[in-house]
């Protein structure tokens, strides 16, 4: 069983895969219900499903949860439609990238959270602030990430397509960019997923609905259990959403896994 | 009428980190005229792929010139096709569309492409295998795809670095007896880079032996044998002969690249 890279069953996969969800909830019920962890500051697992019917069925949960989807994707796309050609641009050509990379090595590591004060003097409490913190947060990373890609390409590929006749434009769009569009969009598949943690810190502040705004406001009620339902569904999201990300590659970009 | 004039090319790396520059090829000097297969042999380190990459155009010499049907080889262009030791096709387009890289390229209408593609899919024996990615083919199969896709841009000159290094043995020997029979049809001149000696021999109308490092031309081998060629002429004596010389001149270069490391 532990030897390296030894392949599993589909069947063990997935007993293994749920098997750890429920040993989690088992272990939170445990401390929940066993008295372990005090109810004002953890709810156990029914309350938590129960809060979430609340949620959804009277309180309009679903808005909030439409919402915050909008401004995750809204901002996102918006990053990854100026950064993917500044990232492709700053992997081909070398004075760019001279010119922008420490610049936006340095802008990466300006955190997307601490800039929520000041956008919001900005910009407001509106949309326009929610969407400029994801963007912020992501534009910086696809450019680096992408970038990276590009910079890395198979050079023998590049001097086969120059022998074939290829023009310094012909390298780009039938080469460079083909090659490394799964790379790409692996990069956007894991900066959308970060993406949701800074959307939920912009709704932590400032914010009139949202998945964000439902947490702050249960904090104020002590609701632990519409918290937590709140991360849950936060979670839930991020799975489908990659999951979705990860068959739409792998459709596009069969050729990788022929 | 075409013809490769290589004049006094010889190139030198600068040293890396404050060390001395490397002379990877002495000034050298040949000339190949139209319809000739020359095979270029020599010890590994001997600049037989920089002298390639030079005639390409991926590499510019430090001194000397190249010149192709009088005109100055400045960089890299569709008149000099190439195939490379490692396996380049685009893994992201499916055979048919490797091979008809460079004419999409160049703006040729898709019908004509078509039937060019359809032609090189052919003469290389991958009927069947049109819609399938690389990745799916063996090694064999995908330097017979990179062989179509340089001779679907109808290069003069086709340059060929060990392109069947990394192959086995009966398969090796397949696709010489394959790049010769489309040679024979349709006589382009050839530029063949190995270190094989009697892959050298059987493919080739003269043999370029180059010496060790710093690597320059140490002898022009005339290769007499008749056409078509057959493999059982590997074990003709005529055959055997050119082979024992060139393994001589070969050997005594191996040796003193040997020492070299």
């Not at chain 1, 069953?9 to 750890?20: D, I, N, W």
């Not at chain 1, 949960?61 to 918006?78: H, K, N, P, Q, S």
């Not at chain 1, 439902?214 to 959403?241: P, Y």
């Not at chain 2, 890289?101 to 492409?113: A, D, T």
């Amino acid at each position: 069983m532990f030897r390296p890279f030894q392949p599993i069953g589909y069947g063990t996969r997935v007993l293994l895969g749920v098997g750890f969800f429920v040993f989690f909830v088992a272990f939170w019920s445990l401390a929940t219900f066993g008295g372990f962890v005090s109810r004002t500051f953890l709810a156990d697992p029914l309350t938590m499903v129960a809060d979430g019917w609340y949620l959804l069925s009277q309180r309009g949960f679903l808005y909030d949860i439409a919402m915050t989807v909008w401004r995750v994707v809204g901002g996102f796309a918006i990053a990854a439609l100026i950064a993917v050609p500044i990232g492709i641009a700053m992997g081909t050509y070398k004075p760019i990238e001279a010119m922008l990379e420490p610049f936006v090595s340095f802008a990466r590591y300006l955190p997307a959270s601490a800039f929520v004060p000041l956008l919001i003097l900005w910009a407001g409490i509106g949309e326009t602030q929610k969407l400029l913190v994801i963007f912020i947060g992501a534009f910086f990373q696809i450019i680096l990430m992408v970038a990276g890609s590009v910079g890395n390409t198979r050079r023998d590929l590049v001097e086969a397509a120059y022998t074939l006749g290829a023009t310094d434009r012909g390298i780009v769009r039938r080469v460079l960019m083909p090659a490394n569009a799964p790379d790409i969009a692996e990069s956007l598949r894991l900066v959308l997923g970060w993406a949701w943690t800074y959307v939920i810190v912009a709704e932590l502040i400032g914010a009139s609905s949202g998945i964000g705004y439902m947490i702050i406001n249960s904090q104020a009620l002590m609701a632990t259990g519409q918290i937590i339902f709140g991360i849950i569904v936060i979670g839930i999201i991020g799975l489908i959403s990659d999951a979705l990300f990860k068959a739409v590659n792998q459709w596009l970009f069969s050729w990788r896994l022929a | 009428m075409s013809e490769l004039v290589i004049d006094g090319v010889g190139r030198t790396f600068p040293g890396v980190r404050g060390g001395k520059p490397t002379t990877a090829l002495q000034p050298t000097s040949l000339t190949v005229p139209e319809n000739d297969f020359v095979s270029i042999l020599g010890p590994s380190g001997c600049g037989k792929s920089t002298l390639l990459r030079i005639v390409a155009g991926l590499d510019h010499p430090s001194v000397g010139k190249v010149v192709l049907d009088g005109r100055e080889i400045r960089g890299p262009g569709s008149d000099r096709g190439m195939v490379f030791q490692s396996y380049t096709l685009f893994p992201w387009l499916t055979v048919e569309d490797n091979i008809g890289f460079g004419l999409r390229e160049k703006g040729v209408p898709e019908n004509e492409r078509r039937e060019i593609v359809a032609d090189y899919i052919d003469r290389v024996g991958l009927h069947g295998f049109e819609r399938h990615w690389p990745k799916q083919l063996s090694g064999g199969m995908q330097q017979r795809t990179a062989i179509a896709r340089a001779l679907a841009n109808n290069p003069k000159i086709l340059l060929l670095d060990e392109p069947f290094g990394a192959l086995d043995n009966q398969t090796r020997g397949l696709m010489q007896e394959m790049l010769l029979g489309i040679w024979e049809r349709e006589h382009k001149m050839v530029l063949f880079v190995t270190h094989d000696i009697e892959e050298a021999i059987f493919v080739a109308s003269r043999v370029v032996t180059m010496s060790a490092r710093p690597g320059r031309v140490k002898s022009i081998v005339p290769v007499d044998l008749p056409y078509p060629r057959h493999y059982t002429i590997k074990s003709s004596p005529e055959f055997s002969a050119l082979r024992s010389q060139l393994t001589e001149e070969i050997r005594s270069e191996a040796i003193l690249a040997a020492q070299e490391q």
